[in-house]
């Protein structure tokens, strides 16, 4: 949760709320996949939009309700899987969102064209499904590891700080990513660090999985702000999908 809490929300969603909303109708029903602490929910559920948040993660759906509550806001959040996604909820959406390279820690490709699968038959025809992965391609060829350090002070006072760094497997196209926290209570730092295997999903599996999984319209930006995308160059790859024209 203090990491969640490092992160400079005002200015993510000021980048990237204009882009979502952009493929909403002025009401429109939306569905946050691997939703983490609601932010884009509750941001989207102000603005009039019937939005459902899911997390795998319990404390990310408990600390979604207390953000969602402060600001007097009421998105539906649950705890579920993507795997499941059919179970979760009914279909007839106007929008399905997946941010934050949560795709990329599915442990393999046909676990991400059955997701593909029941989001396509989760929206509306007219529908869009919006996805933000890492790209490996340039990530692998500019060697690039080391995430810039965090820090957060907790309202108790105490200070946190966050490394990440990736191992690459690129033999096996996936990469591990190796957290750290590192808090400070007194004279003393307790560390905890935890290990995700991170998938390798290049553009090409992407255009493919989706184009078999009943989308006919695809669009690659390197940024929320419609920026074209060239894999050898942009270690960020946002994908707006639709399945009702080509």
């Not at 980048?15 to 569905?31: A, M, T």
């Not at 400070?184 to 999903?201: A, C, E, M, P, S």
């Not at 160059?233 to 080509?246: I, L, S």
Request: net charge positive; aromatic share 12%.
């Amino acid at each position: 949760m203090a990491y969640d809490n490092s992160i400079d929300w005002e200015g993510r969603l000021a980048r990237e709320i204009p882009f979502i909303s952009s493929f909403l109708p002025v009401k429109g029903r939306v569905l946050d996949m691997a939703c983490g602490s609601g932010r884009h929910s509750t941001y989207l559920s102000a603005r009039g939009h019937d939005v459902i948040g899911f997390d795998s993660s319990e404390g990310m759906i408990r600390q979604a309700k207390k953000i969602a509550s402060r600001q007097r806001r009421s998105p539906e959040f649950i705890v579920g899987d993507m795997r499941h996604l059919e179970a979760l909820a009914d279909p007839g959406f106007d929008l399905i969102i997946c941010l934050g390279n949560s795709l990329a820690l599915l442990p393999d490709t046909n676990d991400l064209k059955n997701v593909f699968t029941s989001v396509s038959r989760l929206l509306k025809k007219e529908g869009y499904f919006i996805l933000q992965l890492l790209n490996f391609e340039e990530i692998l060829s500019h060697g690039f590891r080391y995430f810039p350090i965090k820090g957060e002070m907790l309202p108790q006072g105490n200070v946190v700080l966050f490394t990440r760094f990736f191992q690459h497997k690129p033999e096996a196209n996936y990469s591990m990513l190796v957290a750290s926290s590192f808090l400070k209570k007194g004279n003393y730092w307790l560390t905890d660090i935890f290990t995700q295997r991170v998938q390798h999903f290049s553009e090409k599996l992407l255009q493919e999985t989706l184009a078999a999984t009943g989308f006919t319209s695809l669009e690659f930006f390197s940024d929320y702000e419609y920026s074209s995308f060239l894999s050898s160059r942009d270690r960020n790859m946002v994908v707006r999908a639709g399945r009702g024209t080509k």
